[in-house]
């Protein structure tokens, strides 16, 4: 091949490589929608289907949270080993549906299902991206691609505010009391999922690269990968999980069996206080189900282990970004229902500029934060963590003031630095991760990371801020008590700091001390 062959070969490849980013940035934009679009109709949900903040709180995060999470460990492991742009076909046009289904509930429980639903479609999606975006793209531009396809979640969630209000409201001043029986908030559900499917087709023409080349590593994936997830499947829900556990002897199952009365008592315990039940089950099985995993997964893949669960580095910045999405989603779910029960706007205002504010915002601070933690990653071998600290910290005075404010255009100013700030750690803490992991477990990584951000994030900050809510009938107490984990998330990040070099030095040493062919 010729010079100039070679240059035309590789330009048309970064093309394309940035075509796959924008089309992996549509599908996380409607990933966000779709998960997020039940804040802006909250108050509608509640007095419909006459829920509490508390009941808020599980739908929005425990329900999908916790199968968003779990269902992502088997997902995971079969994007490593199939076909990364069909499962994420698939993974789309079933969420699309369930949160279309969502508009057909008539109970808390119904929209309990069809919020299961999204979760497990959803749990596709990022280990997919994350997988096809390193390699797609080299260590050294990986931040910030990551970056821009995380910025997904603040365009999405922004969105979601903007076209369910606008949808919402201008439904039922169009049919007041409904028509078909359907009212404005089920509406909106039905026309944010029906589009999903259609990019769900879009989707499923991309092509797949080549596994590891990026890093030079060949990757051979393995023959069988539909019996490997029947296989992780089974390590993770119970009660398959004991006869799991069984098949690694009696000292395996005896373990789980420890673990899973442990966690009975705790979640009796945790009942007994709050009264809230299915919270606590799912949030309990939840934790029995990763120990599960975790521990079939030291046994089954000890390189894989080794480099995720086994590297303090890596639990670290998981657990530092967990805490930090503990805030943020606590927010991203009661900030427009305060909006509009203590500031009195409509949803259309809050849609226009909570949503508008939180996509400019959350865009600006994820890719901004992506570039800088690149640069700085150049020059340090931390370079990376202090950015994801700001994301902890920086939202802390924002948030404050904007809850102790009357004045709505204040709140909503504010608001757009809160997300910006926030939003700055996420690209930073996604390029860690995937520098922790070699290419062929980046998946199985990336499904590990993301049970931070759902089972401490997602499955209880926004349940912790509605439950004080419901307990003290302040939504604004609700949502300050979130700042409880900012503490916690920065020793974490801490720790990291003083770790993640030397472990991202090692990892292919470790890798073959813990047996991998490498």
């Keep these: 091949m010729s010079l100039m062959e070679s240059k035309i070969t590789g330009t048309t490849d970064r093309r394309y490589a940035n075509y796959v980013l924008f089309v992996l940035t549509i599908v996380y934009v409607l990933n966000f929608v779709d998960r997020q679009i039940l804040s802006i109709l909250a108050n509608d949900v509640k007095r419909d289907l006459h829920l509490t903040d508390a009941d808020i709180g599980f ?41 279309a289904f969502s508009g057909l509930a008539r109970s808390g429980a119904q929209l309990t299902l069809a919020r299961i639903g999204v979760g497990v479609g959803e749990a596709t999606a990022s280990p997919c991206a994350y997988s096809l975006i390193s390699d797609y793209f080299p260590k050294e531009r990986r931040a910030t691609a990551l970056a821009i396809y995380s910025s997904g979640v603040f365009l999405g969630g922004g969105l979601s ?23 404005g908030w089920q509406a909106a559900f039905m026309a944010v999922g029906v589009p ?85 089950i799912a949030v309990g099985g939840g934790v029995y189900a990763v120990f599960s995993w975790a521990s079939a997964l030291r046994d089954r893949d000890p390189p894989a282990f080794r480099l995720i669960w086994g590297t303090p580095a890596f639990l670290y910045v998981t657990l530092g970004y967990g805490l930090i999405a503990f805030v943020s989603y606590g927010i991203s779910v009661f900030a427009a229902p305060y909006a509009e029960s203590a500031l009195g706007q409509s949803k259309t205002t809050i849609g226009l500029f909570l949503g508008g504010g939180a996509m400019a915002g959350g865009f600006i601070g994820v890719v901004s934060g992506g570039r800088i933690a690149d640069a700085w990653k150049e020059r340090k071998p931390w370079g990376r963590i202090p950015i994801i600290m700001i994301g902890s ?8 003031i904007a809850l102790n404010t009357t004045n709505a255009a204040l709140f909503y100013i504010l608001a757009f630095f809160l997300q910006m700030l926030g939003s700055s750690a996420l690209g930073a803490t996604a390029a860690t991760v995937q520098d922790l992991a070699l290419p062929r477990m980046r998946g199985t990584a990336t499904a590990t990371f993301f ?68």
């Design 59 to 99: 739908l929005f995060g425990t329900a999908f949270g916790v199968f968003y999470s779990l269902f992502g460990i088997p997902l995971g492991r079969l994007a490593d080993g199939w076909s990364r742009v069909k499962l994420m076909t698939v993974g789309l046009a079933l969420w699309s549906a369930m949160t």
């Design 161 to 183: 505010l903007f076209l369910g209000g606008a949808i919402a409201e201008h439904w039922d001043r169009a049919y007041p009391g409904g028509t078909w029986g359907v009212v």
């Design 196 to 280: 999903g499917l259609l990019v769900a087709a879009w989707v499923a023409t991309l092509r797949e690269p080549e596994r590891g080349a990026m890093e030079g590593i060949v990757t051979t994936l393995p023959s069988h990968p539909f019996r490997d997830f029947l296989g992780e499947l089974v390590t993770i829900v119970p009660p398959f999980t004991l006869i799991g556990a069984a098949r690694r002897g009696m000292r395996a199952l005896i373990v789980n069996i420890a673990m899973l009365a442990v966690v009975s008592v705790v979640v009796a315990g945790l009942i007994g206080v709050t009264h809230s039940t299915a919270q606590w």
């Design 393 to 400: 910290i920086g939202p802390v005075i924002p948030l404050i």
């Design 451 to 518: 049970i931070g951000t759902t089972m401490i994030g997602l499955a209880l900050g926004p349940y912790m801020a509605g439950f004080v809510s419901t307990v003290t009938g302040s939504l604004r107490t609700g949502i300050l008590s979130l700042l409880v984990a900012v503490p916690l998330a920065a020793l974490f990040l801490i720790l990291a700091w003083r770790s993640v070099p030397a472990a991202e030095a090692s990892v292919i040493e470790r890798a073959r001390a813990a047996g991998e062919p490498i």
